[in-house]
């Protein structure tokens, strides 16, 4: 019998193994298709549209977790409905030299992450007065003056950026040694200086949170956050895995 | 240190958040993706930690505050 529609979690290899006995969305419960040596994992959905939830995050998020423990997974975008049972096996199998290569990759790692926070107005401090010095008024007195006050600004700006890129690299250098492969974006808020995530082979796990720890003792003006392990997302980016943001309906 | 543990834990369901919504496989033109209420979420998650840093940043005023009146004493 064919369902109308399927939600997908995840391709795995090892599509011989049981599914780990846990709820998909909505309580449904999920399923293996298998091609060759790949599995989709997927549950019955009764309607295409799937509510952005933490609930439902999460949901997904244990799913996929849960087929970690015993095989290798290459975690799908939340939200993908397919028609049915037919076009989840289709994709597996168009894309199976894909995604046979992209669990190649990740398989025996994990994903970890790393944000760290500094106090981006410790570079400001003392220069953040700089345009206004000498002037009662915030506005520019002329077009020099603001010209001016443009390039200070944006020298500063210049100098955070460099600042950043190097403080990050301190840290981003050594933990990308111990990965097999890791994604890096310095400043996507002020105080966010760096969010990185490094795929780390199970075994090195340990040795990953030590130097994490290491970096967050010689850096005390920085604080570390590392987070995981996590199912590979940021790491099945092969040639059949396009990476644009989805458009999201609201 | 509650402060602490609660900002990990928001910035750990950030992360989170942003890996289910964003990385993870997609395969464009194949699959439908239909997914409400993204921004309510991020919104949410914002405002959480929006709430954290503003609470850190106002104890480490205070904190400041408190030294140099100690030391002005």
């Known amino acids: 019998m064919s369902l109308p529609m399927v939600y997908l979690y995840a391709v795995t290899d090892w599509p011989e193994l049981p599914l780990p006995d846990i709820p998909g969305l909505d309580q449904a419960r999920i399923l293996g298709l298998s091609f060759g040596e790949i599995a989709a994992v997927v549950s019955p959905r009764a309607t295409a549209i799937v509510p952005a939830s933490i609930v439902n995050i999460r949901r997904h998020e244990a799913v996929v977790e849960a087929l970690m423990t015993d095989r290798s997974v290459i975690p799908a975008r939340f939200g993908a409905v397919l028609d049915d049972e037919r076009a989840a096996r289709r994709i597996i199998e168009s894309h199976y030299t894909g995604f046979l290569s992209n669990l190649d990759r990740v398989r025996g790692r994990v994903e970890l992450g790393l944000r760290v926070l500094w106090d981006g107005a410790q570079l400001g401090t003392g220069q953040d007065q700089v345009p206004s010095h000498g002037s009662t008024s915030s506005l520019p007195a002329s077009g020099r003056a603001y010209l001016r006050t443009r390039l200070e600004a944006e020298r500063r700006e210049q100098a955070q950026q460099e600042r950043a890129a190097a403080v990050a690299n301190e840290l981003h250098a050594p933990l990308a040694r111990l990965s097999a492969e890791s994604t890096q974006q310095l400043l996507v808020t002020p105080r966010m200086l760096m969010t990185a995530a490094y795929l780390v082979n199970t075994d090195r796990v340990a040795s990953f949170r030590k130097m994490v720890a290491d970096l967050s003792k010689a850096h005390p003006a920085l604080r570390l956050l590392c987070t995981g392990p996590w199912p590979p997302y940021n790491f099945t980016m092969g040639s059949v895995l396009p990476t644009e943001r989805n458009e999201a309906h609201v | ?73």
């Not at chain 2, 919504?21 to 959480?48: C, H, I, P, Q, R």
Request: zero cysteines.
């Open chain 2, 1 to 73: 240190m509650s402060d602490r543990v609660a900002r990990e834990k928001e910035v750990t369901l950030l992360d989170l958040v942003d890996r289910v919504l964003n990385k993870g496989v997609f395969l464009w033109g194949e699959v439908t993706l239909s997914v409400a209420d993204v921004d309510l979420v991020y919104l949410g998650l914002k405002v959480m930690l929006t709430s954290v840093e503003t609470a850190e940043q106002m104890r480490d005023k205070h904190l400041l505050q408190a030294d140099s009146d100690e030391k002005a004493a």
